[in-house]
């Protein structure tokens, strides 16, 4: 079945078109151009843009020692996924070393005849090219000759190779064989669960799931540090695994090298990593962290694995390896670090801290140290690693725990929200973009919108800070021949020269300020209505909802049936206001729903601006902070009716949190998609993307 990228319906294999809303299943318009692309295509033909699914691919083949091995021989994609490209993997356990035993810097060119290869018996190779056996021996590790029985895994391993790269997704709509696969009976225990499947040699082997997937769906629940597992299949010797696509984030080390950071944001990925290397132990895949080229941050600056790498046997990784890791970034590392940090990681790769709780408290000092502040004494903490990333001390060391403080079991819900609170953020980017439509139903546009900012960029050594200003304000006018596009406009503008001269500092307006303003627009068409005479229905008016953004810090007004959501990775899709009207009054008096909104006056609005003077109307004022990457999304009933965000986010609003996807082709896409789903009234919208990053002061340099 294909699954309509619009309204989600599922549609025969064969059909082009959605047969619920007429979305084409076969082309996609490109984010850049708009140009119609194919699906099955990688690339945008007219601006190179990227338009398919792209999927990170590892295979693990085997072929006869007396055969050279071309992959191309040994591998049919069929007809769901094309190859793009395709390298020798760079196993951790297959590191190249010198003659002298040394590691071969990563990216470093390995000439046949000057290296070995540790764990196995076959040098770097791209797709089409025969591997050749090495000639050198014995095998080095770390510059001493290796056991026998090292030789002997290697050499058990020695026609095994491990290869990666990426694929097109030629049917992105189709599910992938490994979802089918997942919920058929077999694979479930008797309530459903997947992870009855993922314990179940026997099963694994009789549903075809190699066992190279295995610890991805062990590790699931650390996504996104862990990549997502999409597909996965083996056929006599071959296994084959498709992820997430990761090769275009930036590596951690060389992000470290080229630009300052915060301290805190080095800690926190630093203590990332400690979290990881504890789940990772089970399935015997640490030698991931230790790989450079493995460790990556996205646009975000997130942190995640691009694969996951198997520990050699012979001498699994320990955490000193961790620390040597850490140790040679931080000595290239352009700003000075603090003292006490180097020293931690100094001792870590000496192995003089040699356990993760030992490790973890001393990141937890770092990270108070940094912060001036003890975690439990301020309702303004900003960040608890240990308590936020881990489980508790007492899975990994009981003693440490027992013999250090401890949070009483009687603690407040708050003190627990304090303990998993986020880091400082200072704002990184603010994006906007705005649109209307009247609707495929309505001869004239009533709705009025307007985007108002000030952006300020302050350079200096440590880097740039970002400051902005942002009013934004959405109204849906009503009045019929009364003017409502009239309403809605004057209201817009009111707020705007209101704001202008009303909110000059660099924080955001008093609660009081924000009230006033609104009143202001009430009491100008109000007047306007007086000077008419006019009453009942032909009272013009207009609902609101409005965004003050300051920074980091967010206020949320509005009157009426108008909406704003916010959409974060975290967070998932948030609804930040409640209708006033008759329905959710009467949900608010204690009625449930579906008897609130039988009723037929349900829609019925009980506050706007314009119809009633400033007693009848009371405005719903919040401020939010934003703590993570977030999109803000201003509408009319419009567009969010019959559900339509709350059933469609996922298509139409998550992709738009990316740096990499621009917010107007997006608005515009959102309009018309709603316009197909709705289009019974005007539909306007304003989209507002913040992104932001840990923040420490200039002082703290």
Same mark, same amino acid.
């Given at each position: ?88 993997? $760079? #196993?951790?356990? @297959?590191?190249? =070393? ?11 060119? &390995? +000439?046949? !005849? ?121 056929? $006599? #010797?071959?296994? @084959?695994?498709? =992820? ?11 992000? &470290? +090298?080229? !630009? ?125 690693? @240990? ?315």
């Amino acid at each position: 079945m294909l699954v309509c990228p619009q309204c989600q319906s599922e549609n025969p294999n064969n059909h082009q078109f959605c047969q619920h809303c007429g979305a084409s299943l076969t082309h996609k318009r490109c984010p850049q151009c708009q140009t119609s692309v194919p699906m099955s295509v990688a690339n945008c033909p007219d601006c190179g843009t990227q338009t398919g699914v792209i999927w990170w691919t590892l295979l693990n083949l085997a072929a006869p020692e007396s055969q050279p091995m071309t992959v191309g021989s040994y591998l049919d994609w069929g007809q769901r996924y094309r190859l793009l490209s395709l390298t020798k993997s $760079e #196993e951790a356990s @297959v590191r190249p =070393l010198k003659l002298d035993g040394t590691p071969v810097q990563s990216g470093t060119p &390995l +000439k046949a !005849e000057d290296a070995m290869l540790e764990g196995a018996s076959n040098i770097s190779a791209s797709v089409g090219v025969s591997l050749t056996k090495s000639s050198q021996a014995p095998p080095l590790k770390g510059g001493v000759p290796m056991t026998e029985q090292a030789i002997a895994e290697s050499l058990s391993n020695k026609t095994r190779r491990l290869y990666q790269g990426k694929v097109v997704d030629c049917q992105p709509l189709q599910q992938s064989v490994l979802d089918i696969l997942l919920v058929q009976p077999s694979a479930l225990g008797e309530e459903g669960d997947r992870a009855t499947a993922t314990t179940t040699s026997e099963i694994w082997e009789q549903m075809g799931i190699p066992a190279l997937a295995r610890p991805y769906f062990s590790l699931r629940e650390h996504s996104p540090a862990i990549p997502n597992l999409h597909d996965a299949w083996q056929k $006599e #010797e071959q296994q @084959v695994i498709l =992820l997430s696509d990761r090769s275009y984030w930036q590596c951690l080390s060389d992000l &470290l +090298k080229t !630009e300052p950071l915060p301290t805190l944001q080095i800690i926190y990925w630093l203590n990332q990593m400690v979290v990881l290397w504890k789940a990772l132990s089970p399935v015997n895949c640490c030698q991931s962290l230790l790989v450079d080229s493995n460790l990556r941050v996205d646009e975000d600056q997130s942190f995640g694995l691009q694969q996951l790498y198997e520990d050699l046997p012979s001498q699994p990784p320990s955490l000193k390896d961790l620390g040597n890791v850490w140790l040679a970034w931080f000595q290239q590392v352009p700003s000075d670090l603090p003292e006490a940090l180097m020293e931690t990681i100094e001792k870590t790769a000496s192995g003089e801290i040699d356990t993760l709780a030992d490790l973890r408290l001393q990141l937890q000092d770092l990270a108070d140290a940094q912060q001036d502040i003890s975690p439990l004494e301020s309702e303004n903490t900003s960040i608890t690693l @240990v308590i936020e990333e881990l489980p508790e001390i007492a899975e990994l060391e009981e003693d440490i725990l027992n013999s250090g403080p401890q949070v009483p079991q009687s603690a407040s819900s708050e003190e627990e929200d304090l303990s998993t609170a986020v880091l400082p953020m200072e704002l990184l980017s603010l994006t906007d973009a705005g649109g209307t439509d009247r609707g495929s139903q309505r001869h004239h546009n009533e709705d009025y919108f307007g985007i108002s900012t000030y952006l300020h960029t302050q350079h200096s050594n440590p880097g740039k800070i970002f400051h902005a200003r942002g009013l934004y304000v959405v109204c849906d006018g009503m009045g019929g021949h009364a003017a409502g596009e009239v309403a809605s406009k004057m209201a817009v503008i009111t707020l705007q020269r209101y704001f202008a001269t009303h909110w000059q500092g660099d924080t955001l307006p008093e609660r009081q300020t924000i009230l006033n303003g609104i009143l202001l627009a009430n009491q100008v068409l109000y007047e306007v209505n007086q000077k008419n005479a006019s009453s009942g229905s032909g009272r013009m008016g207009t609902t609101l909802v409005m965004a003050l953004v300051q920074d980091t810090k967010v206020a949320i007004a509005h009157v009426g049936d108008s909406r704003a959501y916010r959409f974060s990775r975290k967070g998932g899709l948030e609804q930040l206001t409640l209708d006033h009207e008759v329905g959710q009054k009467a949900i608010q008096s204690g009625i449930d729903a579906k008897t609130a909104y039988s009723r037929p006056d349900a829609y019925q609005l009980t506050q706007a601006l314009g119809p009633h003077d400033d007693n009848y109307v009371q405005p719903d004022i919040r401020v939010i902070d934003i703590h993570e990457d977030s999109l803000l999304l201003l509408c009319s009933d419009g567009l969010s009716d019959n559900d339509l965000v709350e059933e469609h986010w996922e298509t139409y609003l998550a992709p738009l949190t990316s740096s990499r996807q621009s917010l107007d082709p997006g608005i515009n896409q959102l309009i018309e998609f709603a316009n197909q789903h709705n289009g019974h009234d005007n539909i306007t919208a304003i989209l507002i993307q913040m992104k932001v990053r840990p923040h420490i002061p200039l002082e703290d340099w």
